[in-house]
C-alpha cells in the first residue's frame, strides 16, 4: 500500500480543505442553513449517538474521505482483522482481540471460552468466600500489579462501573514502580484478607515484577512463605512458566496469547480484576457491547459506520489542519480515567514514523492526545480550547442517564455544560470594544451521547475507539500493533541501574547523565 498522500482524494481533499480556513468561513452558518444537517452528520448504533455535524465539513468532504478510505483499503484491511491476517507486519501476528469478544455460539477459539469459564470459577470462589486466605477469612481487597495495558483498561472499567460493584470488594490498581505506589495501597490493607493478580504477558515486565516480589515479602512477613503466594496470589500471563516458578499455583494462572496486544487485553484474563469486582455477569455484558460495536464496525459501509467516521475526522484534521493535539472530555465522574487509557490507546498505536513496508512517512501522523472531565476542565484547559492559538479537535462524551439517582437537576446541569461548551466552541463570540473577550469559533467537536453509563455501553464506547485507531493507521499505512519505540528506553535503564545503584563506576557515561547519576547519589546519602 502507498503513501495515503499519493492518492488522487488526498489531492483532492487538500485543494478541498482550503473552503474551511477562509476568513468569511463560519461553522454556526453551515449547521444553521442545512436543516437536515442533524441528520445527514449524526450515526446511531446501539445506545450510542455520534453527533459530528459541528466539524469542519460538508458532505462533500465526507465523500471525498470515504473516497480516500476505499483507496487506502480500509474494507479489506478490516476483513483481514477479523480473518485473522497477519496485520502486526512487524511482528508477523495477527490482532485478534475481537475474537475474544465472540458470544460462545460462535467462538472460534474454544480456549478463549475456556478460559472465561475458569474465570466465572475464580470469581464465585473468591465472592463466596470458598477462596480464602491464609487465615481463612474471605477475601476483602484486590490489587491488581500491572503497567500500561494491564492496568489501564481494567483500571477504567473498574472506576467507570463502580455503583455495580461487589460490595464486598475492594479493588487496588498498582502500576509505577515507585515504592509510594505500593506502599500507599498496603498500608490500608490487611494482608490476611488481600488478594494479588499479577497482570503480564512476559511475565519480566520490570515495574510488575518488582512489585510482585514486594507484595510477596509483604504477605510472608505475616503469613510465612508456605502460604503466602499459593493462596494469595494469582497470574494472567502468556508466560505460565514463570509464574509457576514464582510459587503461583497453576489453577491460578490464567492464559494470555501472542494474537493480542497489551493495549487491547482488557477482554481477556486481564480482565479479572473487572469479573472479580463487577461479577462475571458485567464483564461479559462489557463483551457483548464491545461484540455489538464489533459488528458493525465489520458490516457497516464507510459512510455509515461509526470508527470508521471518527477515523477520517481525525485524519482530516492531522493531516489538513495540521491539529497540534486532540482532546477527549468525559462529561462524568467515572469516565475520569477514559483520557489516560485513550492515550495509550491512540499514541502507543499511531505514534509511528516508519509505514508498513519500513520507509519513512511522509504525513503526520499520531497526535498527543489529552483529556480531563468536565465540568472541571473548563476551571483548567478550557481557556486554551476557547482562546488558545493551537487547533484542537474535541471529543465530548456523555451519558443521557445519571449514574446515580441522587441528584437529577446536577446531571442535567452536567449535560448542559457538555453541550454548552461544544456550541461556544462552535460559535465564537465577538465584541468589537473588548477584542480580549473575542472567541473565534469555528473549533470542531464531536459528541459522543450514550443511553445509559453500564457496562454493555461502555463496550461500545471503548470498541469503537479501537477501531477508530485501527483505520487511522491503515490509512496512514503503519502498524498499529506494535511499539518498537518503547524498548530503547528500557534497555538504557538496565544499563543505567548498575551505575545509579553504585554496582558500576559511569566514568564511560555522557556528561549530562554521569552528572545526573551523581548529584543524585550525593543527595541521597
Sequence with gaps: MNSPTETSAWQSLQLHSAQFKHPDFKLV??????????????????????????????????????????????????????????????????????????????????????????????????QSGTKCGFSGKPFTDIVNLGVGGSDLGPALVVSALQPSRNQQLRTHFVSNIDPAHIDGVLAALNPETTLFIVASKTFTTLETLHNAQFARHWLEAHAGAAAAVPRHFLAATANAEA????????????????????????????????????????????????????????????????????????????????????????????????????????????????????????????????????????????????????????????????????????????????????????????DENAPFRNLAGNKPSNTLLMKALDPYNLGSLLALYEHKVYVQSVIWNINAFDQWGVELGKKMSRELFVAVSGQQANTALDASTRNLIDCARDWDK
Excluded at 66 to 91: K, R, W
Excluded at 250 to 270: C, E, K, Q, Y
Excluded at 277 to 304: C, I, N, V, W
Aim: with cysteine.
Design 243 to 430: 509464574a509457576l516458578a514464582f510459587g503461583i499455583d497453576n489453577t491460578h494462572i490464567l492464559p494470555l496469547w501472542d494474537w493480542v496486544g497489551g493495549r487491547f487485553s482488557m477482554w481477556s484474563a486481564i480482565g479479572l480484576p473487572i469479573a472479580l469486582t463487577l461479577g462475571m455477569k458485567s464483564f461479559r455484558q462489557l463483551l457483548a457491547g464491545a461484540h455489538s460495536m464489533d459488528q458493525h464496525f465489520y458490516s457497516a459501509e464507510p459512510r455509515h459506520n461509526m470508527p470508521v467516521l471518527l477515523a477520517l475526522i481525525a485524519i482530516w484534521y492531522r493531516g489538513f489542519f495540521d491539529s497540534h493535539s486532540s482532546a477527549v472530555i468525559p462529561y462524568s465522574q467515572a469516565l475520569r480515567l477514559l483520557p489516560t487509557y485513550l492515550q495509550q490507546l491512540s499514541m502507543e498505536s499511531l505514534g509511528k514514523s516508519v509505514d508498513a513496508s519500513h520507509r519513512p512517512v511522509t504525513h503526520l501522523t499520531g497526535e498527543p492526545v489529552w483529556g480531563a472531565v468536565g465540568t472541571d476542565i473548563q476551571h483548567s484547559c478550557g481557556q486554551l480550547l476557547h482562546q488558545g492559538s493551537n487547533f484542537i479537535p474535541v471529543d465530548f462524551i456523555v451519558a443521557a442517564k445519571a449514574t446515580t439517582t441522587t441528584d437529577k437537576v446536577a446531571h442535567q446541569q452536567l449535560l448542559a455544560n457538555c453541550l454548552g461548551q461544544s456550541l461556544a466552541l462552535m460559535q465564537g463570540y465577538r
Design 29 to 126: 452558518q453551515l449547521l444553521n442553513s442545512t436543516p437536515e444537517r442533524f441528520q445527514q452528520f449524526s450515526l446511531r448504533h446501539d445506545n450510542l449517538l455520534l453527533d459530528f455535524s459541528k466539524n469542519l465539513a460538508t458532505a462533500e468532504t465526507l465523500d471525498l474521505l470515504v473516497e480516500l478510505a476505499l483507496q487506502q483499503q480500509v474494507p479489506a484491511a478490516i476483513e483481514a482483522m477479523f480473518t485473522g491476517a497477519h496485520i502486526n507486519h512487524s511482528e508477523q501476528r495477527p490482532a485478534l482481540h475481537v475474537a475474544l469478544r465472540e458470544p460462545p455460539a460462535a467462538s472460534r477459539f474454544p480456549v478463549v471460552q475456556t478460559t472465561l469459564d475458569r474465570m466465572q470459577a475464580l470469581v464465585n470462589a473468591v
